[in-house]
């Protein structure tokens, strides 16, 4: 079932048919095949789900799709989907859209509600608070298994999980947490305070946290959710692993759009606006262009070493495009390091001194080669492949160095490791290698 | 409790407190603790663990120290260790073990184990199989809730997960899965059969399908658990969400590598040797740098071009490191897209016709402020200013559609899309703006 099919079947008025074909499509496959389809068509087949799937594929339209829902809908529509949608989810929905829908929202959700959905829009994007939900089950520590699964049994169902279980006493405070698994394997009569993790022994995040840490602590831990508390230890909400995955798909996309010199977003690449996704390369693209200026300047100052010998500017692409790449091996792999937690600020001298034979070994192979190939290929004279091998050489040890060290300075000064990624590190170290070129070239030739 | 809090209580002999200390980490991070630290000290702790905790900080350990703890420990404590191993686990080590460690661990399993490590090891790398485990709780359509429940009390705790169930005929052949969020919040007398989604509504995948595919369907779907089955659609084993985190970083980190111009490496930075990471480096340099050299020739074959007007070899890096850099972003955008599944082969015409939209506005804005630039800063003549300014555009437009349609031509050709990032597209591109360039200017400056 496609997306042609369901047009089809619809322009042929079968409806009873295409009913019964949506049934056996999962929610997230029907929101995937309405996504680029008529607002009026998406209404229509929104409307001709059973209720519980229609919420359902809501919470997996795009934003664009949901506010042409929101503003098609009934109220009686729109409260059934507000009081079903888990609260995480209605929370992202809401951040995304507009103020008249958003008002449309807050009018028909009651008070309690509304303070809940405004302390929760209070939270930094990309922290704990932002991904966590308040659909949990909580335990207190009295509670026997058998009390427990019963309580498991009664609310279960609305629940996001089930499958851990958060024991708090009355100020809500978290004592501990429980499995399902270690409920069901237990006797009936055993007290909830004798199986439980207690909170010492667990780890939970504080809602100001940044998402990052939490995807590495579920990557390193294995967790499947995790409590979310406040400063005074009270339980605020969990946070569940598959939004975890989501937190890191779009971290990692993030990452290589800032790597790659762009302002990251989240949308898809094929449903972003042409003038969007030129908006997010043009700033970049002129800094880093003006930053070429400098390189251009040096070549200027000198021209009298390059017009007694032009053959000096056919290597300057090799150079520049050699340091460049080299450079951007070792911040990737630094910035990666630092992203998932493996490179931290304490490792800078490890990383200086590691790049730094790294780079000796890479350059003097790199000079070799490029040797051989100036005297056998290029025939040029000795001097000239001195000059560009040793410039070669340095150029790879600074190259490296730089790449190494510049994103744990990033780091340091709180800036995103990220930006110091090749676009970058080539336009700084471009300058550089032409200014050893040109003082080896003017020594060594006597210029 | 870090490392040298550990070292300073080994070195005063202050084992008991080193041993209650020890008991409040989590195997993980005692596995980590442990990391660099001398081998006899990692086997002394190691026995100084309850043997269900070493046997999980085990599972943590790198390949290195995973070596040296087998070649250290007796054969009594490395069959306790096979025997509590969670599968996947096992096979994980097994892969990355040495032969002679290898055959140490196959004389210590049983025929049946010996036949199914043999059976596991031959999924290939990256496949779903080589992620899958063993350890998972099987039913039967007729079995009751109670009588599932009771099943899973009894072997529950050595399973690697009990939240998801999987219903098996005789023949071993999947028919449908029941959660555990099912059981406990149905009725005791409930069948199974009546409960449980059916094998035609649920997600499976096969042993040989590709790990990142199967990572793709955990985020789609939100999943904690998957079932793999054979060709005959019999279930061979399940993988679990935590695995799925591991591969999203580790597919993660080696699109980063390939795109930076290195062989990809599971190794964390830190504990790769120095001569590793030169390997890993050198022959893409050495790839690029020969690239490099046709550009140097562009310059070479229009030298008198360049020798009558030294000034347009100053915008030479400028036009490469902009070209490169548009480039970048696009092939960037694309691979990620393609990497995560948002981008197919199908979509390229798409992706054309918008990367040449989106170029045409970026390459005019920054001709636009590169023209200016040159009139009002550089002070350089309106023929030199237009040539620079039309070969930048020029270059923009050409760089980001070779930056889109790369990745995809790779993926149709079935070399890996990420090859096709920022250090190969720049030494592609380079020669083009180069001839671009000197062509305009032959033209315009009627040289």
Redesign the interface.
Known sequence: MNQSDILQLIEQKRYVELKRELT?I?P?DIAEIMDPIDPNITLLIFRMLPKDIAVEVFAHFSNIQQREIINAITDKELIYILDELFFDDMIDMIEEMPANVVNKILQHSTNEERKLINQFLKYPADSAGSLMTIEYVELNQNMTVKES?DH??EI??NKET??TCYVINKNRVLEGIVS??VL??SEEDEIIKDLMVDVE?I?FVNTHDDQETVANI???????ALPVVDKERRLTGIIT??D???V??QE??E???K????APTDD???STS??K??KN??P???I???G??F???I??RF?DV??SM??L??????L???G???G??S???????IA?G??TLA?KW??LW?EF??SI??GV??GF??FL?NIYF?KVGLDVAITVSITLVSTVIMSKMAGGILPLIAKKLKLDPAIMA??LI??LV?SFA?IIYFSIASMFLGL
Not at 218 to 223: E, M, N, T, V
Not at 259 to 262: G, N, P, S
């Open positions: 056996d999962k997230v699964l498991i049994k279960g169902l089930v499958y399902l698994r069901v394997t022994d780890v579920f990557i390193k831990y294995g967790f499947l692993v598959d975890i995955m989501d890191m798909e990692g996309t990452d290589f759009q790597m790659a010199a762009m898809a690449y094929l042409v003038f996704l030129a390369r043009i970049w693209l002129l880093l262009m003006i070429a200026a390189t251009g300047g070549i200027t021209e390059l017009s032009v053959i500017t056919a290597f300057i692409p090799m520049m495009d050699t460049g790449n080299s951007s091996q911040s990737t792999l630094i910035i990666r390091g998932i493996e490179v490792d490890k990383v590691k034979r790294v070994i890479v192979v790199l080669v490029n190939k290029d090749g676009p080539t336009t471009d032409l």
